[in-house]
């Protein structure tokens, strides 16, 4: 349903956020982006590969007459429409873990990582666990993961999930995540920060508990805790490996800002490297924004802007170079040297 500027300008969320909104969109994107807020959205869901292939999967919707669409441009996904959640949540293929209900900006940061078979990859802010499992399937269950939750409660859920989706190669660790760099450096494949923020993006028109704890304060002590996970992802990939940072954020302070911050940290270190998200809501991340401005390889990062089909997104892939290793590597020699700074493998709770 279309809505008019003004009406799509009503939304109940605080002003401030708002006004933030109309300054970090492009004007021709901005009236789809605030409709998204109130519209109900599509269910997008993942076919689970360890489980059921995407035929069977097509299958079993089909007898149960459920009508859904593949996404063209992610192989494992799909979209129902809205009035479809409540069936999709109640098939046998949800509850046994054949399918995974989640949004399409979360599958799509997975498929940008892009994890391999027989990798390690380390997941550093994990629960409830929809990509880790997400790239478990990527992997064949070939490989391993280890993933970190710090809230007890969401580790559980994470647990859970993992189990209902069949996999078998993720090690958990009850931790926070930014002392996970200097316990393990230079040591992973790929790296996943899925950082904890002010999930602006996950605002909805009609939910206010969903933006009642949004305030510039709460961005800025979400931005402290995102520049200290990435250093620390940084540190726990080797040199050549791969780390995606990503938020359901809008707030260049915890996007665009963080990435600066570690860029410069890093001093050469660390490059951006350029995401191509053949995308009509993908955008090209901010280089300035209010007065402040920001590494111009920041650029090649990737706000996905929201729709009825996906939530806004913020993703930045980072490569870290080889010549990074003499520092990196002085460090490793000494952590290797005493096994009892490695994370501690949570006990799973059965
Ligand atoms: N990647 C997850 C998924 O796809 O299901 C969602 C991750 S959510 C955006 C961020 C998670 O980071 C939350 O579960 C939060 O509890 C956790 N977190 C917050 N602070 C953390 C820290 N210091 N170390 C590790 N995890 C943390």
Redesign the pocket.
Known sequence: MAMSDSAAGELPFPTDFVARLRDLIPPEHLQKCLESFWGQRWVSFRVNTLKVTAQELEKELEALGISFQRVPWLPEAYLAPPENRETLVNTHAFLEGRIYI?DLS?MLAVHVLDPQPGEEIL??????????CHVAARMKNQGRIAA????PQ?LYK?VA?LERSGVTIVKTYL????TIGKKTPNRFDRV?L????S?EARFDARDPASWKHWNLRKIAECAR?QK??LLSALEAVRPGGLVLYC??SFAPEENEAVVDHVLQQAQGGVFVEALNIPLPNAIPGLTKWQGREYHPSLELACRILPTHEMHGFFMCCLRKTEEATDTYRRRERKWSRSPKHRPREKDAPS
């Open positions: 989640q979360s997941d550093l802010a994990a629960a409830p666990g929809g990509k880790t970190v939750e710090v809230i969401r994470l999930n931790a926070d995540g930014r996943l899925d950082a904890p923020c999930s805790k200290g996970l938020t359901c």
